[in-house]
């Protein structure tokens, strides 16, 4: 039986030790890396061409938003309520800025004040989680179909991502990670909603949007560096690392973790840690902008629609 003292300790462990700790040595690892690599991070550079870089950010823009469509779709099952998504989605964007704050709760929390009038804020948390779930899910059918595409042939590939997409929907349909969330987190998920609107169909083809455009936006970026398949394969590694970035709270943005994270796992795939380090670099960036575009967009149509009314 956990204590109040032993749950304060964990909660210090976990914010004031474990997160300062692996974010310090993920720093130096990503520094060591990329100094021993600084010649092939120019090379890389040099070869790159920049043009495929504004077609890359018009995708990653894309898909980006479709995932605040994502994310006001599962608060409609979540809270059980009919969500204005003219309302919703610009808070999710301008959310995501605030994240960027150390300390990745504060974009959640940024939402629940913002959403206060419309839903409860426990719907507001369990969305975010349902959310992440759904994204770990689809981050690793993404991660199997790269894999079988590189390691096997396009049919195979095509066929495992059927399977594991038809599972997916599955999941979504018979409300699978909603039932798990209630029971991993009772006390943000308590309830079930008045009522239960399904908009699995709805959730399914915006994931298949976001995640189509935002390996376009990959593909674009390496066009005429690296094969279909390395471009693939890269675009889920960077996926796996921004999951992993979520472990350090203090990091804003999973800044320095999820490019270590990505220059380690390329590296296991016989990628060139020069190579990765300016790719995590130009990614960071790319998203980063994406973000900021996002949110600057949704604030000119927030002022303006206060304006109408």
């Keep these: 039986m956990n204590t109040p003292g032993a749950d304060t300790g964990r909660r210090w462990f976990d914010g004031r030790l474990f997160s300062p700790v692996l974010l310090v040595v993920a720093l130096f690892w990503l520094g060591k890396l990329t100094w021993e690599n600084l010649d092939q991070l120019a090379a890389t550079a040099g070869e790159f061409s920049y043009a495929n870089f504004l077609g890359a950010f018009v995708l990653a823009t894309a898909s980006l938003f479709t995932a605040s469509v994502t994310h006001c779709l599962i608060l409609t099952e979540t809270s059980g309520r009919a969500v204005s998504l003219s309302f919703c989605i610009p808070c999710y964007l301008l959310s995501q800025i605030v994240r960027y704050i150390p300390g990745k709760i504060w974009g959640i929390l940024y939402q629940t004040r913002q959403l206060a009038s419309h839903v409860d804020s426990r719907e507001v948390w369990a969305a975010n989680i349902v959310q992440f779930a759904v994204g770990i899910a689809a981050s690793v059918i993404a991660f199997l179909w790269a894999v079988s595409l590189v390691l096997i042939d396009t049919r195979m590939a095509i066929a495992t991502l059927a399977l594991l997409a038809g599972v997916l929907y599955l999941s979504l349909q018979r409300k699978w990670f909603h039932h798990a969330v209630r ?127």
């Design 183 to 309: 029971r991993l987190t009772p006390k943000v998920f308590r309830t079930a909603p008045p009522h239960h609107p399904d908009r699995s169909a709805e959730i399914f083809l915006s994931l298949l949007i976001e995640w189509a455009m935002y390996l376009l936006s990959w593909m674009i970026l390496l066009h005429g560096t690296h094969s279909l398949e390395d471009a693939t394969l890269l675009s889920i590694l960077y996926v796996a690392s921004w999951i992993l970035g979520f472990a350090v709270t203090v990091a804003p943005g999973g800044l320095g973790i999820r490019e270590s994270a990505f220059l380690s796992l390329g590296a296991t795939f016989g990628f060139n840690p020069g190579t990765l380090a300016f790719y995590a670099l130009l990614a960071r960036l790319l998203f980063t902008l994406a973000d900021l575009v996002n949110a600057a967009l949704s604030y000119a149509f927030t002022k303006a629609h206060q304006g109408d009314t």
